[in-house]
Structures are given as structure tokens and as C-alpha cells.
């Protein structure tokens, strides 16, 4: 089998070079075509986008229905991990259940006709083979005239003929760069390939206009298909820097009212850094929910999949601590059933399987070290006869929510953040008084500016309508600001990289951190890890910086670590925000204020501001300001 690299796809996508595309007008994002051409035999994990003025639930209903009845499609043992939230979808498809189930679905598809004739085919052969050849530089050949419409079908006729090409050529090889794809593949056995799956593609589209149950509203509701992007770390003496120290001797400002969400890989409660001083016996950590669980409970393959449904029922409700299994799988249905009735995700369901009752140490100390970082204190007489230590965080008497959305594993992606995003407003709208204050997301997607624009991905959406309901949301800036590159001759340099910040750093709204020294950042300006701006719209960003290196906090075990990157830099900032609301509840739901206080007294480290936004957080100057 061969397979595909990123530069061939590019290619394809974009067309002749006489044409000089920059985009392409292909419903399915090149990251997607990307990951199908590198392996077209894998299930790729997508996120559908559904188009604003329709029911996400519908979308994922349809796609769900049309993946188990339909005779092409043989359903896996696991299901196709179809599940929703407000305005996406997530499924895990072959490149057969894309072609056949979702771009019929698409607007795209609208320049499609049912049941083409043979010359509508032809005339697909036709287009594409003289791209193919424009491509290749060859010009010989007279362009007929293009159907209407058609012109916007053939990137997405290329892109998947060339796979299906290398997929059934029967050599084990790879090709990187269009000049060798193109000596290897005719402009001939492109477009004839092109043209039979046209009239496939064509085939599976329904009737326009005809009958359709009372589920479907509009038959062409997906409005972009992009993957379901991998979640990372941001993981390459600080409290003084930062003048915290200052701001509790000076002001004595306690956060017990406040909650923070800490979206991470979980936080060890267990640990006596988050000891509550006034409850005897028990700790600030108010709830924990599990969101990498989340496409286990809500998913539409348990209206199919009866197997799926016990195995996910079991599991949830083993650790949920929840007997009765046969709840557990009504509820499951009834959270499915509601896609169908065009209902968003009922949370209140929701919520009884993602909180976890007795939570047990995350694997990964991550999420405790940054939860330290923001709200830990760990006393000396707190040790256990191991050697004095004093871990004291900004906020030493925060109430924490732990959101984990990051397990270790490969299903670790955007959705999950997107959806404990919406959870936290779901929360906030119990009340009148917001139960969580402020966000940390000390995480790193990184955004590939050929799918969305900057700042525009489904995260950077939704931590944007999660600031403007009221909720600060701080952000790492991400540790790609010194990169390796391989050249194409084989060799390699080494460089600073701008505008290399990750999402949801890239949003607008959200307090994005990079970092600096955790004692003399004067001296050494910004980390050298820490992710540069502008962002790649040409907006300014990191917003500001914060000690990253070296940090010490505690981790699962009773212990102490020191970890580096600007994961570590993204709670100082938060606890400063938290502060804030503290001293001053005028400022509670004032996001865009606190974001506004906080980098407007920023101290200049006299360093260019793409590398550090307004400078370095002072919390002491921040409180002296108000």
C-alpha cells in the first residue's frame, strides 16, 4: 500500500498552479485528507460542524442511521464513537463511511446531481485529467468549457481518487512531494478513478425534496468536516516573582468563594496541599468530572450497538459506583434518544456519570502540579515525618473544580474540552451567583492554518462564548517556540518559530501566557520553549508572561516535582484573576475586565511583544490598580 504525504495533498487540494489557489473549496478540511492519505486503511477521529441554524442532534442522529442501515457499511465491534455537543459531532469513520455518509450531507453536495448520466461523468474525466496535467506543468491540451457548479466539486474528486490510487497500487512506499506522485500516476488513471467515484458519490445522495422522516429538517446541514485534534500538555520559586506573597501580606484577600475549573490530566485530591482548613478531613476539591468518558455516555451507537450499550453501561457505572446497570442504560438511551427529538445534550443526565464519586490519582501529575501552582498549600506539619517543605500556591484557599480531559490515550481530544466548556456554563446557569469563576486550560492543540481561520477552531469558539458568559479562561501559550524543521534536500535547522501559539491561546478573549524565569526574568527574558506570537490573523498575543521554568508544586504521591513549560506559567495568571474577584466581587462575570487589569500593569521585561505580550504579571501592582 502506499500512502500519501502532506505535499501531495496540498496539491491536489489546491489544483494547477496556474490557477494560484490558496484554499480549497472542499467540505472535508486538509488535515482530514492529511490523515486518510497517511493511512487509508484507519478509522480517522472527526468533528462534524453542523451549520448554525440547525439542531446538532439532527446531524448526528442522521449520520448515526445512515451509518448502520446502510448495506456498504459494516459497523465496528466498538461503533463509530458518533457522539455530539452543542455544534459538533465526533465520529471515527473510514474513508468509505466519509465518502458515502457525510459528504452527502454537505452543501457541497448541492452541485451534485442524483443518478448522473454518463456524460456528466465524462465530463468529470475530462476536467480532471486536464488539471492533473496543469498541475504537472503540462499545458498541451485546450480546457473544455465546465459544467456550472461543477468546478468546486473536483479538489475533493482529486484528493480521493489519488488515495484510492495509492491505496490499491500494491507497493509498500510512500510519496512526499507532488513531482514524484505525479511520475508514478497517470493524469489518465487519476481522472478515470475520479470519474467512477463521481458517480458513486453521486448514487448515495437522497432525492432532494422527497420525503424525509420527521427527524431530518434540511438534508444538507454539515457545514465543515475537520479531525478531532490531539490534546497535549504544555509540559516543558515563582511566587515571589509575581508578588503574590506581597498581595496576601498586604491585602489578606481570601478566595473560599471562588471556583476555579482546572481542565486537565486530574488532580490528586488525596494530596494535603488541598487540605481545607476549616473542614476537618476534607479538601477544596468540590467535584471531579471525567470528560474522556464523555462519547462513552453520550453516544448514538448505544440506539444500535445493544452489545456497546452493556459494555459502556457496565463500565460507567463501575465507576460511578452506581448498582443498577439497567438505569445506567436507560439514561444512556434517553441522552441518544434526544438527538433524534432535535434536543441538545441534557446535562443533568449527563452529569450524574461524569462526576466521579472517589476519584483516585491521575497517572499523570500534570494537572495536580498545575492545580498547586493555583491553589496548593502544603504546610510543614502536613509532611508525614518526611523532610520540611512548604508549597504554597497563588491562591491558597481556592475552591477547585476538576475537569479531567486528558487521560493518556489517543481518544484524548478537542471534543472533550469543547464539551466540558459547554458543562461549565451549564453549571454557571444553575444559579445566580456563577459557581465557577474562572478556567485554566493548560493545554495545547496545535492549529494548522489551512482548516480554520486563526482563532476560529471549535475550541477557540467555545472558550470565546465561555469569556463572553462571564467565565476568565487563561490559556498556555503553547512550548513550540523553538522548533526543528527538516528540509526537503534531508537536512535540518534549528530556529525560533513566530506565530507559533497553540489554541485555545489563539482565541481573542482568552488571557493567553507564555513564560518567563521563575526568579529573574529581567535577566532572562522569555523561555526560550515559550510559543511567539502574533497569531497567524496577526493579532497580539501571548497577552502576557509568567514564571514557566522550573517550577516546584506538588504531584500525586504526597511529593514535590519541579516541571517547566508555559503550562506551569498559566495558574499564576489564573490565581491573579481569581485574586482579583476576590478582593473585588464587582468584577465577578467581568472577564474582559480582569483580562484588561491584568495586562495593562504587566512589568516590561524590555523584550519585543510578540514574545512577551504586555510584559510580566504583577499581581501586587494589578490590586493596587483598582
Known sequence: MTTLGREVVNALLLGPRAEGRLVHESPVRGDVWAAYASEPNERVD??????????????????????????????????????????????KLSLEELVSCVLPFTKWSRSLVAHPDQE??????????????????????????????????????????????ARDRGREDRIFSIDDFLEAASAREIADIAARLFQRVSASIPARGGSRDSHEVDDTDIFAVSRNRPVETALERSIPAIKADAVSTLFGVSCERIGWAVLDTGIDGSHPAFSDAKRKGANRIEATFDFTRLR???????????ALLEGNAQAVAVSTGMENVEAVKEDFRTLAKDAQQRRPINWSIAEKYLTMSDPQAPASPHGTHVAGILGGDWREDENDGRRPVARRGVCADIRLYDFRVVGGSPDDTEFAVVGALQFIRHLNS???????????ISLSIRHDVRNYACGRTPVCEEAERTVHAGVVVVAAAGNRGYQSYNLSDGGAFETYAPSSITDPGNAEAVITVGSTHRSSPHSYGVSYFSSRGPTGDGRKKPDLVAPGEKIWSVVPGRTEDALSGTSMAAPHVSG????????????????????????STCTDLGREENFQGAGMLDILRAMQSI
Open 120 to 165: 456528466l461523468a465524462d465530463a468529470v474525466r475530462r476536467e480532471v485529467r486536464w488539471q492533473m496535467n496543469h498541475i504537472d506543468g503540462r499545458t498541451g491540451e485546450a480546457r473544455a468549457d465546465v459544467e456550472p457548479g461543477l468546478s468546486r466539486l473536483l479538489p475533493t474528486f482529486r484528493i480521493l481518487a489519488a488515495i484510492e490510487w
Open 296 to 306: 462513552r455516555i453520550v453516544t448514538l451507537d448505544h440506539l444500535y450497538n445493544e
Open 46 to 91: 472527526i468533528l462534524v460542524e453542523a451549520h448554525r441554524d440547525v439542531p446538532t442532534g439532527t446531524v448526528a442522529a442522521r449520520l448515526t442511521r445512515r451509518l448502520y442501515e446502510t448495506g456498504s457499511v459494516e459497523a465496528p465491534r466498538g461503533g463509530f464513537g458518533v457522539s455530539f455537543v452543542e455544534g459538533f459531532v465526533t465520529a
Open 430 to 440: 444553575r444559579n445566580n451567583y456563577p459557581q465557577v469563576h474562572g478556567a485554566n
Open 576 to 599: 491573579a484573576a481569581a485574586l482579583l474577584m476576590a478582593r473585588n466581587p464587582e468584577f465577578i462575570g467581568q472577564a474582559g475586565a480582569i483580562k484588561r487589569i491584568l495586562c
